[in-house]
């Protein structure tokens, strides 16, 4: 687990991978590698077991072509089967829109990082409290950077993560305001540049993130 924590707050950048079928997954994410973007992040679909479990095959098959080059980790995890199951998968870091602290639980008992989704200062520090390793501030373009600079002076302990809407031209403002890391989704994972095979267009794209953050 600690490799793995440590790997994420090196990197700083994650990125989302959502609504790309396990039949794209190794091209997108040979894309992201590529543009220096090593952290990845497949989402379950809540809405559909069968996505879920392309879900599964995405991670197993990530797993595979790139081992301990990557940090996996599985997102949009709303209860504690899938955490198992992503774990089988090969995932090692477990993301959730919210903090429940069952997820969190079982996330931890499976020696797995815990990435819950928190917004107010009570919802961080009980998703601390219930076993987080980083909490991701979300949704943090509408919270703006003053808010991360205001709730950091108290929770400075916590490592937060900015998502929702961050982008090369704003990332760089969460990580001065306070945030250890950001992670990216449609902005850098482009369903239809993906789907016209325009992978180069997303390495472009991941480089950028790459150099926004690397200033900070």
Request: charged share 20%; glycine share 10%.
């Amino acid at each position: 687990m600690k490799a793995t924590l440590d790997f994420l707050l090196d990197k700083r950048i994650i990125a989302v991978i959502r609504g790309i079928s396990s039949r794209h997954i190794l091209s997108t994410g040979q894309a992201l590698v590529d543009g220096g973007i090593v952290c990845l992040e497949v989402t379950f679909d809540a809405s559909s077991e069968e996505r879920s479990e392309d879900t599964l095959q995405s991670l197993a098959l990530l797993k595979k072509e790139f081992g301990d080059g990557i940090a996996l980790g599985v997102g949009t995890v709303l209860r504690e089967q899938h955490v198992r199951d992503a774990a089988q998968a090969g995932a090692t870091y477990i993301v959730s829109p919210d903090a429940d602290r069952n997820v969190i639980t079982e996330t931890v008992k499976l020696g797995l990082v815990s990435v819950p989704g928190a917004m107010t200062p009570t919802e961080i520090l009980n998703a601390r409290r219930w076993g987080a390793d980083v909490v991701k501030l979300f949704p943090v373009a509408s919270l703006g950077a003053e808010y991360i600079r205001s709730i950091r002076a108290p929770i400075s302990h916590v490592p937060l993560f900015a998502v929702g809407g961050v982008n090369p031209e704003n990332a760089g403002s969460f990580l001065e305001a306070g945030c250890a890391g950001i992670s990216a989704g449609s902005n850098l994972v482009d369903a239809k540049k993906i789907s016209a095979g325009n992978f180069r267009a997303i390495t472009k794209l991941a480089a950028a993130y790459v150099q926004a953050c690397a200033r900070r």
